[in-house]
């Protein structure tokens, strides 16, 4: 079955940085756009960005522009998110898909909290 297996959270402080990782099975990666997504405390899961399943045309919401970078390695089956910059509203719980999601196969997630 699909399965995305996210890592790299953590504890940072305001203006700093983190890399995120998502690995991937149970689908053929190269044949799928990407997406990455969080949940915020009290708050539904919101889209935060994609990328091409070649790799190009990423595109990213307003909340998260000019400070995340997303990227891929389709020879690891590997989807990234470099955040920089970050603030307390980023904390969150992290999560890869691809886009448009498959719903039946979220990961756990890994735990972003920006300390202020």
């Known amino acids: 079955q699909v399965q995305f297996v996210e890592s790299g959270g953590g504890l940072v402080e305001v203006g700093g940085s983190l890399r995120l990782s998502c690995a991937v099975s149970?689908?053929?990666?190269?044949?799928?756009?990407m997406g990455w997504y969080r949940r915020a405390p009290g708050q539904a899961r919101e889209f935060l960005a994609r990328i091409h399943r070649n790799g190009g045309n990423p595109y990213y919401e307003r909340p998260i522009k000019g400070r995340f970078t997303i990227s891929r390695d389709n020879t690891k089956n590997t989807v990234y998110l470099q955040m920089n910059d970050l603030r307390p509203e980023d904390t969150a719980v992290y999560y890869c898909?691809?886009?448009?999601?498959?719903?039946?196969?979220w990961g756990q997630g890994t735990q972003v909290t920006v300390s202020s």
């Open positions: 898909n691809t886009d448009p999601p498959e719903q039946g196969a």
């Open positions: 149970g689908l053929t990666f190269i044949r799928h756009n």
